[in-house]
């Protein structure tokens, strides 16, 4: 994957816990207009490769900004971005978008927890600007742990709904109050925990169809038991490769020379994915859709397995 330089422009401490960091070229070109939603992954100095959302202005082609929350149990990740000084170089991929506006929707509804913000600010700078129907839901522990809270209050405090400190019982009724009664074609766009999105999932499909969900998760799918893992054959380009029951379908097929992308290695990016031509896959990531892991046709290589005994697998 191709990557480019980028230097520090700026830090701001957004909450104890957050920083965001805004990114420009180290040759000083523009790095261009992204896509709302969009994310990159960040290089940092322990040589670590982390996802982050981009949160600055999609229009706004000179820098990009992320926000990086410090996690307790960091291995290297999110502490080293939070030790970055104004000046240090660091490497980023191109913007990748698995959750834009949905061109068609005619009403958009976001919901955030926590750092699942940051691609929501970016949908929200682009529809303010760009005059799209939308309201956006905010749930966090306080006001201080809120990051960007001031920016959105500022903004566009007519569509912004605040949820702060709301024990987790409470999170239901919201969210069935806040998704009651929408615009019809109405889109609804969710990040957060985990748990988070399994609320807002199961109570959005009870009012808009599931294509209209969306989501974007920084954190792997709960996996199976890996001891009830089978072995199974891929076919690409007209040779067979044997996934042991051990080894995953992107590990055997680079050390068989297949050019593969791959990123996260956890199933939460999309850098890996493939075309499936037959067979059946057992989906076990957290970037395809409920309808496109129906419908089959596609497969993240890195953690996914097999259902039939042979999958035959295409580029993307
Ligand atoms: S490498 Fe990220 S989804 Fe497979």
Not at 165 to 170: D, F, I, N, Q, V
Not at 189 to 202: K, T
Not at 212 to 241: C, I, K, L, M, R
């Amino acid at each position: 994957m191709k990557m480019l330089e980028v230097r520090v422009a700026e830090i701001i401490d957004e909450t104890p816990t957050v920083k965001s960091i805004r990114f420009e070229r180290v040759d000083g070109q523009p790095l261009g207009v992204y896509q709302a939603g969009a994310h990159v992954d960040v290089v940092g100095p322990t040589a670590v490769t982390r996802q982050y959302s981009l949160c600055s202005t999609p229009d706004d082609p000179d820098s990009y900004t992320v926000a990086v929350k410090r996690e307790e149990k960091s291995r290297g990740g999110s502490a080293a971005l939070h030790d970055l000084q104004v000046g240090d170089v660091v490497q980023i991929s191109q913007p990748r978008n698995l959750m834009g506006v949905h061109p068609e929707g005619r009403h958009h509804v976001l919901m955030a927890a926590g750092i699942g913000i940051t691609p929501m600010l970016s949908m929200a700078r682009w529809m303010d600007v760009h005059d799209h129907s939308f309201e956006l839901h905010y749930f966090a522990r306080s006001s201080e742990e809120a990051a960007f809270l001031p920016l959105l209050q500022e903004r566009c405090p007519e569509k912004l709904h605040t949820h702060l400190g709301l024990p987790r019982t409470e999170h239901r009724p919201v969210l069935d109050r806040a998704l009651t009664d929408l615009p019809a074609d109405s889109h609804v766009y969710m990040c957060g925990p985990a748990g988070f999105m399994d609320l807002v999932r199961e109570v959005a499909e009870q009012h808009v169809p599931a294509e209209h969900v969306h989501q974007e998760s920084f954190e792997a799918a709960a996996q199976p038991d890996a001891s009830e893992n089978t072995a199974f054959t891929v076919e690409f380009e007209g040779t067979a490769y044997e996934i042991p029951a051990d080894r995953s379908i992107v590990d055997v097929l680079q050390e068989g020379g297949v050019d593969v992308d791959t990123s996260c290695q956890e199933g939460i990016c999309g850098t890996c994915i493939m075309t499936v031509l037959a067979g059946v896959p057992d989906h076990r990531d957290n970037v395809l859709t409920k309808a496109e892991k129906e419908a089959g046709e596609q497969i993240a290589v890195c953690v996914s397995r097999a259902k039939t005994p042979t999958l035959t697998l295409d580029y993307f």
